[in-house]
């Protein structure tokens, strides 16, 4: 593994006093503390908007968070309770707060390695992979909302299961390309009832939970379902979700609708950068709860595959504090040979400069690749270097 790549760290109680152990950034690299100088208090108690960082192979010497795995098991964990729910022995209430707690804990500890992980692995459920890609969006909006952290830990939850009792259903949408006969219609089009009714016999859930699971489908123009509810008779979390849900659909895709591929040259504002995302989608959303996410984002979101000047394919793996991308991790060399490790690409207009977005169905081409290593969480390099035409 690189070095260089930073990774969010936490530092224990007991360094009060003390020094650094090892050399300390802020989110765009800049150096704050180098190791054995004095740590202040301010650094133990820094909040999660003013993350720490450090080289990822210091970060094991520190800390044992493990938001890609957190991640992982969530997944794993949705794909046994809805087989559960299907089977009547429903879980409680409390395993999807739970699980709900896990997903919304990750996302605060880095929210760009569990965005950009979710866009690029390949989940065994491509159902359940949108539904948390989902609600680390609404964590997102939800979070520059300005939602107190239990409204957004709600948001989180419902998004996770918003969909519970049809992932079958979802799945086998996402793997043909042909509308569904009438009877896979009927479910779409009832399944968030479905989904908040089951919710509601497994024990007390918040409200705003719930309401944002029965109208996650419904559309500002009142185009959606089930009941064509129109702007502000939707819940908030509800448009918050639709929000999400497209924006996650649309990185995604699915079988016979590609990635939607961003034009970096229309996406010079704010506005355009906007329209150019959301496209047709934009007047059934909340305009505003769009522009926050986007302006969250930022033109390249963490996962984002790049076209160097250079030739190379790169991936940015860091939003750096609103402005533009100060590194892109490279994968590929101009002839198409797969880098060992992921090597970093300082970004300058005197240096190398991002000349365009890749298709994201690159990353389907490449071999199978240990995308957590662009956020510093493994160990090992990938099993082999290879070469991709």
């Known amino acids: 593994m690189s070095a260089s790549i930073l990774r969010p760290v936490v530092l224990p109680p007991t360094l009060a006093g003390g020094v650094a152990p090892f050399d300390l950034f802020d989110e765009r690299g800049n150096l704050l503390l180098r190791q054995g100088r004095p740590l202040g208090q301010h650094m133990l108690a820094a909040p999660a908007a003013r993350r720490l960082y450090c080289r990822a192979n210091n970060a094991p010497h520190a800390a044992h968070q493990a938001p890609l795995r957190t991640l992982r098991d969530i997944g794993e964990a949705l794909a046994v309770l809805e087989g559960l729910v299907a089977s009547g022995d429903a879980p409680t209430a409390d395993t999807f707060i739970d699980l709900a707690a896990q997903c919304h804990s990750a ?32 964590a997102e909006i939800g979070h520059a909302h300005g939602l107190p952290h239990e409204a957004v830990g709600n948001l989180v939850g419902a ?49 705003d939970w719930l309401r944002a699971v029965a109208e996650h489908h419904e559309n500002i123009d009142g185009s959606g379902y089930p009941r064509g509810l129109q702007r502000s008779e939707i819940s908030l979390g509800a448009r918050i979700l639709r929000v999400a849900d497209v924006f996650a659909a649309r990185l995604l895709g699915r079988r016979g609708r590609s990635p939607h591929y961003w034009n970096l040259a229309r996406t010079g504002t704010r506005s355009q950068l906007v329209e150019h995302v959301f496209g047709d ?35 940015v793996n860091r939003r750096s504090g609103g402005g533009a991308p100060r590194e892109a991790l490279s994968l590929l060399a101009p002839g198409g040979r797969i880098h060992p490790q992921p090597q970093r690409r300082p970004l300058g207009a005197q240096d190398i400069r991002i000349q365009g977005y890749a298709h994201d169905d690159q990353v389907r081409r490449l071999p199978e690749y240990d995308w957590a290593m662009l956020w510093g969480y493994c160990e090992t390099p990938p099993r082999g270097a290879g070469t991709m035409h």
């Open 107 to 138: 996302w605060r500890f880095d929210p760009d390695a569990c965005i950009g992980h979710a866009r690029l692995a390949r989940p065994a459920s491509p159902a359940i992979g949108q539904l948390i890609l989902t609600a680390l969006f609404a």
């Open 159 to 207: 998004a996770l299961t918003m969909n519970l009792g049809s992932l079958a259903l979802h799945d086998r949408m996402h793997a043909r390309s042909e509308a569904p006969d009438e009877s896979g219609r009927d479910a779409l089009l009832g399944h968030p009832l479905h989904a908040a009714g089951v919710l509601a016999r497994l024990g007390p859930l918040p409200a």
């Open 281 to 315: 989608d934009l007047r059934q959303l909340d305009h505003h709860l769009a522009r926050l996410l986007v302006d969250r984002l930022g033109r390249f979101p963490p996962g984002s595959m790049v076209r160097l000047s250079n030739g190379e394919l790169a991936i």
